[in-house]
């Protein structure tokens, strides 16, 4: 009887295995704003990157291991509520935002709040299996990752061609503004997580991947601009697709 509740108390590593990989991501959040901090623009941005890579594998590993869970879905909220809501919006803040005094503030604050609003809408529509959007393969407004990648293309291309206008306060507080707006819009957006790939465009696939990562490596801020403006090309699509499904469903 004690060796079961022995057993019964212990947990095995593979089911820990997504919620470690979601700490590294609030880690890596939290890491970009001690960057942020100091100054270390470049840093900051690619420590909100990774986080992005956890924040997209965690959810696969789960259901890869069958370890999805409750305490993980809610640690993962609130990870990404740091890394894709307060660390990019302190980051917009010092590195350019600040200019404006109070309004800088105030903008940043929109974007923090825009991206808590979105993940509080997302949690509540997770058991509705009803919702549309969910039914149909599309996600409601812009995904907490995805805007906040957006929010910080102006960094990169400062990075890239160290020109001085990207930093413009201006032209920061519009586009800050505009993705906070994108993520609690109603807007539909595609779901990759649901991309189904082929079983013969596997070996295609991973070709693709080893080239990216080789891209990377050499054009790496060009090439993370290039997927954020391949992203918001994709929304229009996202929108008549949705809007044609829904009336098709209206038609049955």
């Known amino acids: 009887m004690g060796e079961r509740k022995r057993m019964r108390n212990q947990l ?10 979601t700490v590294l991501a609030l880690s890596a959040g939290l890491t970009s704003i001690r960057f942020s901090v100091s100054g270390n623009w470049e840093m900051a941005v690619f420590a909100i990157l990774v986080a992005g890579v956890f924040d997209g594998i965690d959810g696969s590993i789960a259901r890869m291991l069958k370890a999805a869970s409750k305490f993980g879905a809610e640690l993962d909220s609130l990870s990404d509520m740091i890394s894709f809501g307060v660390a990019p919006a302190i980051l917009l803040y010092l590195w350019s ?4 005094g109070g309004l800088g503030w105030v903008i940043a604050l929109i974007f923090a709040i825009g991206c808590a609003l979105r993940l509080a809408r997302f949690n509540s529509k ?23 990648g957006i929010a910080l293309i102006p960094l990169m291309l400062e990075f890239e061609l160290q020109n001085g206008f990207f930093r413009s306060p201006d032209l920061v507080a519009a586009t800050t503004t505009l993705v906070a707006l994108g993520m609690v819009s109603r ?30 490596t050499t054009y790496g801020w060009m090439l993370l601009i290039g997927c954020g ?4 090309a994709t929304i229009p699509i996202s929108m008549h697709g949705f809007a044609k499904r829904e009336k098709e469903r209206r038609l049955r």
């Not at 095995?12 to 990989?21: F, H, K, M, Q, S």
């Not at 403006?229 to 918001?232: G, K, N, P, R, T």
Request: glycine share 4%.
């Open 12 to 21: 095995r590593i593979r089911t820990l295995a997504p919620n470690i990989v």
């Open 97 to 100: 935002l600040q200019e404006l």
């Open 126 to 148: 997770l058991e509705a299996d009803d919702e549309p959007r969910r039914k149909a393969g599309f996600l409601t407004g812009l995904a907490a990752p995805a805007g906040a």
């Open 187 to 216: 807007i539909a957006t595609f779901s990759f997580k649901q991309l189904l790939i082929r079983r013969d465009q596997m070996v295609p696939t991973l070709l693709l991947v080893a080239l990216f990562a080789a891209l990377l």
């Open 229 to 232: 403006i391949l992203y918001m």
